[in-house]
């Protein structure tokens, strides 16, 4: 079984910044959905019809720029974007949702949005961040950095990321890291996200995605998804 990914898109300031991650994510197997969270459902049905077909045109851009026709597009309705994602991603068994950062973040940069915070508080999926901008550089993942416990997630995590992109998992977060692989707080709940003070300190100054992982998970990297086509 391959690593389910799903990006949050909606076409606004930074989103292509999470469609790069998420490319680059399934460049080490994993297989990448685009789902868009509506807050409203439309009374009159020639209005919900349009804004339907609207959220469609939309998600198509997405796929566009995520290069992989075969992507998963989910037009999802729900008042609150992360409660939506969070259902989307219990009933596709995903692993990973994807964002970008705040639009108001210094280019280069990492901020957590409300929707990533509240994923980040108790959530049973894993969370990733990407910086702003990283749709403008030309992004790979070479050095990949594991933060936290020999009892959580991130080491074997990065270490299939690493054997799957023929990365290096180095010791020090520095300007030359491409991804930054945070476990949750020892004290969580086995398979929630919970994020201590420093790994939320090292999230606002990081210059790279961030992958947060729930408490004690591993993410199978490497895998080829089913129907894969191989050359």
Known sequence: MSVKIIVSYDGTANEDDAITLGRLLAAAGGEVSLAYVRHIHEPDSDRESLAEAEAQELLERGIQLLGDPNA???????????????????RLGADVIVFCSDSHTARGHVSIGNSAQRLLEG???AVAIAPVDLAESDPAIRRIVAVGDGDGGARKTAEALASALGATVVPVVDDQTDLLIIDSRPEAQPGRVALSASAEHLIEIA?????????????PFGRVPVGSATA
């Open 123 to 125: 959530g049973t999926t």
């Open 72 to 90: 998963g597009r989910y037009v999802v309705t729900d008042r609150s974007t992360p409660e939506g994602l969070a259902a989307l991603a219990q």
């Open 207 to 219: 210059t790279s995605p961030v992958l947060v992982l729930p408490r004690g998970v591993v993410l």
